[in-house]
């Protein structure tokens, strides 16, 4: 198959690489040519999972996590993880990754506006959480102050679940209409190199070397559940695979020598408690963006993906490994909010395999909970005992993942992870009293599998020319605004 533009994944990042060409078109026959005539690129985007209308997942029913093989219908399909993940869209360049670093914050803010204005047209709610509430804002400014705790000003358009899902069904229709072609249920395997006297402005291949001149021609790929492969050809190949795609991508970049550097895991729990607790913070930002560096360690440690009145959720990758999410509805609700609360760790040479430290850890987690996810209280941790399924029933605090194991999280938690989460919620009951309480409920494993930041130049390019990398696996975004923003500024340089 020979395309113009290969994407592989079809996340936030592929998606809106494919938005931005279609609404800029191309010019007929290059630079200098058409006399102002245009016309669309062969697009296509290639994925694992499904079209977005086949994604099911089938604890709705059972209650319980089937570990769908050959893949998980929450983390693969059209749209990612996002489509069914809590929807929320961080309206500011202060949160989403480092891609701000590597354009400019001006630059990514206008690209965060203009991403913002296609998603209102697909059917995103108009309302924007976190605005207005200015006193009561304040107050837990002023207390997270005291705390030492830095609050992040950022409104967020909160899609919710199922709205998501909806939403992407529109862009996923639009798409194909405008001659988008998907090859779903495909995997990619590998990079196909060839050679040119073409050379990337990132970083030049050694001299001399058998990689010498090479540049990406496209992919090989192959049917899940199948073994035959075939190539698809393409001038351009963008990888925009995900967090779930992020192992898979560090080993590409290690066989084929693309410039990369290790950089961030994000290791924690998921914490739950009564919506009552968290009433305050809810009503007045929806989600609170709390960032601290607690002793000894002064570790990075923040509040992620905060959902008021949603479910604790479970996620599967590859090689059953089990860890845990969190999402809530527009329409539906329960009686708790959940967030995640997460210690950036980074490493220095020689160590470079920061995302399978963090699948070893998620690994010793899942064994001891024969599979699923742990769940402690908080006050367990504190007094150095396992939690029991029995003393977990009697509390105030149900858990929404129904199937968690209670146990023992700290068995398979780092020390120097676990300190950073304990000191860190000890701040954050100075800010949301009640936060610390005996029964709070942890979760674990929660682990962001974003660590492998790939060197880019303006044009999104690694030093193989014709090989982009995009989104959350390249290291430079987390979650669905910037990882689309990333995808904009991909089309308008195509376009």
Same mark, same amino acid.
């Given at each position: 198959m020979n395309c113009d533009v290969l994407i592989v994944g079809a996340g936030p990042a592929g998606i809106f690489t494919a938005l931005e060409l279609i609404r800029r078109g191309s010019p007929v026959g290059g630079p200098g040519g058409g006399a102002g005539l245009r016309k669309q690129k062969k697009i296509v985007i290639m994925e694992k999972g499904s079209p977005i209308e086949k994604r099911s997942c089938p604890k709705i029913h059972t209650k319980k996590c089937m570990n769908c093989k050959p893949y998980c219908h929450i983390t693969t399909g059209f749209s990612g993880a996002g489509a069914f993940s809590d929807g929320k869209l961080s309206l500011s360049c202060e949160v989403g990754g480092d891609f701000p670093d590597l354009i400019g914050r001006p630059a990514a803010q206008e690209l965060i506006n203009y991403t913002d204005r296609i998603y209102l047209e697909f059917g995103a709610v108009k309302e924007v959480e976190g605005i207005g509430n200015d006193d009561n804002i304040k107050d837990i400014r002023r207390r997270a102050i005291k705390a030492g705790l830095k609050l992040v000003d950022c409104p967020i358009r909160h899609l919710g679940t199922e709205k998501a899902q909806e939403l992407y069904r529109n862009i996923q229709g639009y798409l194909i209409e405008k001659g988008v072609e998907f090859l779903f249920d495909t995997e990619c395997t590998n990079l196909i190199l060839g050679t040119s006297r073409l050379q990337s402005s990132v970083e030049p291949l050694v001299r001399g070397s058998p990689l010498e001149n090479s540049v990406c021609k496209g992919v090989r790929a192959h049917d899940v559940g199948k073994a035959e492969h075939f190539d698809v050809f393409a001038p351009v190949t963008i990888v925009a695979a995900g967090r779930r795609g992020a192992d898979w991508l560090d080993h590409i970049c290690r066989e084929h020598d693309v410039v990369h550097e290790s950089g961030t895991v994000d290791i924690g729990v998921r914490v739950e408690m009564r919506n009552e607790i968290m009433e305050e913070v809810n009503n007045a930002l929806y989600e609170s963006k709390l960032v601290g560096y607690p002793k000894p360690f002064k570790d990075k440690v923040r509040t992620f993906c905060q959902n008021p009145g949603g479910f604790v959720s479970q996620e599967n990758y590859d090689n059953n490994l089990a860890v845990v999410n969190g999402h809530s509805y527009k329409e539906m609700k329960s009686r708790n909010?959940?967030?995640a609360i997460l210690s950036s760790h980074n490493f220095s040479d020689p160590f470079n395999q920061p995302i399978a430290y963090a699948q070893k850890i998620g690994e010793l987690?899942?064994?001891l909970a024969n599979g699923h996810i742990l769940v402690q209280r908080y006050g367990d941790i504190l007094d150095g005992?396992?939690?029991?399924?029995?003393?977990?029933?009697r509390s105030s605090v149900q858990p929404t993942l129904s199937d968690a194991v209670a146990g023992d999280i700290t068995s398979a938690m780092p020390y120097r992870a676990m300190t950073n =989460?304990?000191?860190? =919620?000890?701040?954050?009951?100075?800010v949301v009293p009640g936060f610390a309480s005996a029964e709070t409920l942890l979760y674990s494993p929660e682990l962001k599998f974003y660590s492998n930041r790939i060197k880019l130049n303006s044009s999104l390019e690694t030093n193989i020319p014709g090989l982009h990398c995009l989104g959350d696996s390249s290291g430079w975004t987390r979650g669905l605004m910037m990882a689309s923003a990333m995808g904009v500024l991909m089309g308008r340089v195509l376009g």
């Amino acid at each position: 198959m020979n395309c113009d533009v290969l994407i592989v994944g079809a996340g936030p990042a592929g998606i809106f690489t494919a938005l931005e060409l279609i609404r800029r078109g191309s010019p007929v026959g290059g630079p200098g040519g058409g006399a102002g005539l245009r016309k669309q690129k062969k697009i296509v985007i290639m994925e694992k999972g499904s079209p977005i209308e086949k994604r099911s997942c089938p604890k709705i029913h059972t209650k319980k996590c089937m570990n769908c093989k050959p893949y998980c219908h929450i983390t693969t399909g059209f749209s990612g993880a996002g489509a069914f993940s809590d929807g929320k869209l961080s309206l500011s360049c202060e949160v989403g990754g480092d891609f701000p670093d590597l354009i400019g914050r001006p630059a990514a803010q206008e690209l965060i506006n203009y991403t913002d204005r296609i998603y209102l047209e697909f059917g995103a709610v108009k309302e924007v959480e976190g605005i207005g509430n200015d006193d009561n804002i304040k107050d837990i400014r002023r207390r997270a102050i005291k705390a030492g705790l830095k609050l992040v000003d950022c409104p967020i358009r909160h899609l919710g679940t199922e709205k998501a899902q909806e939403l992407y069904r529109n862009i996923q229709g639009y798409l194909i209409e405008k001659g988008v072609e998907f090859l779903f249920d495909t995997e990619c395997t590998n990079l196909i190199l060839g050679t040119s006297r073409l050379q990337s402005s990132v970083e030049p291949l050694v001299r001399g070397s058998p990689l010498e001149n090479s540049v990406c021609k496209g992919v090989r790929a192959h049917d899940v559940g199948k073994a035959e492969h075939f190539d698809v050809f393409a001038p351009v190949t963008i990888v925009a695979a995900g967090r779930r795609g992020a192992d898979w991508l560090d080993h590409i970049c290690r066989e084929h020598d693309v410039v990369h550097e290790s950089g961030t895991v994000d290791i924690g729990v998921r914490v739950e408690m009564r919506n009552e607790i968290m009433e305050e913070v809810n009503n007045a930002l929806y989600e609170s963006k709390l960032v601290g560096y607690p002793k000894p360690f002064k570790d990075k440690v923040r509040t992620f993906c905060q959902n008021p009145g949603g479910f604790v959720s479970q996620e599967n990758y590859d090689n059953n490994l089990a860890v845990v999410n969190g999402h809530s509805y527009k329409e539906m609700k329960s009686r708790n909010t959940n967030l995640a609360i997460l210690s950036s760790h980074n490493f220095s040479d020689p160590f470079n395999q920061p995302i399978a430290y963090a699948q070893k850890i998620g690994e010793l987690t899942n064994m001891l909970a024969n599979g699923h996810i742990l769940v402690q209280r908080y006050g367990d941790i504190l007094d150095g005992k396992r939690t029991w399924q029995d003393e977990l029933e009697r509390s105030s605090v149900q858990p929404t993942l129904s199937d968690a194991v209670a146990g023992d999280i700290t068995s398979a938690m780092p020390y120097r992870a676990m300190t950073n =989460i304990i000191n860190f =919620i000890e701040a954050l009951d100075m800010v949301v009293p009640g936060f610390a309480s005996a029964e709070t409920l942890l979760y674990s494993p929660e682990l962001k599998f974003y660590s492998n930041r790939i060197k880019l130049n303006s044009s999104l390019e690694t030093n193989i020319p014709g090989l982009h990398c995009l989104g959350d696996s390249s290291g430079w975004t987390r979650g669905l605004m910037m990882a689309s923003a990333m995808g904009v500024l991909m089309g308008r340089v195509l376009g």
